[in-house]
Nanobody
Framework: QVQLVESGGGLVQAGGSLRLSCAAS????????MGWFRQAPGKERELVAT???????SYVDSVKGRFTISRDNAKNQVYLQMNSLKPEDTAVYSC??????????????WGQGTQVTISS
């Protein structure tokens, strides 16, 4: 129904930057609430950032001021610009989509993730 494919992960030194991309299929991308999650080995998955259909954003406190989520509805893409990266940012990053009417806290569609590794 909806496919999400992440790209842009890699190995970066602390203090560096990465830009993650998520390509979405579907004809109703502009209506989705989009989120970026991350999960480190042995830890719970964490919601990092969200962006609404209208472009409103939110972030977990640990990334505020460093990460920026954005979307390009014409391209069915959502991005996560990550600056001033820290070793604790190391995780598998996944994008996810929530379809309207947004009744649940759960996301409906998930990508398979891209590895982000920050070295010190």
């Amino acid at each position: 129904q909806v496919q999400l494919v992440e790209s842009g992960g890699g190995l970066v030194q602390a203090g560096g930057s990465l830009r993650l991309s998520c390509a979405a299929s579907g004809r109703t991308f502009s209506t989705y609430l989009m989120g970026w999650f991350r999960q480190a080995p042995g830890k719970e998955r964490e919601l990092v950032a969200t962006i609404t259909s209208g472009g409103s954003t939110s972030y977990v406190d640990s990334v505020k001021g460093r990460f920026t989520i954005s979307r390009d509805n014409a391209k069915n893409q959502v991005y996560l610009q990550m600056n001033s990266l820290k070793p604790e940012d190391t995780a598998v990053y996944s994008c996810a989509a929530k379809s309207p009417p947004y009744r649940s806290s759960r996301y409906d569609y998930w990508g398979q993730g891209t590895q982000v590794t920050i070295s010190s």
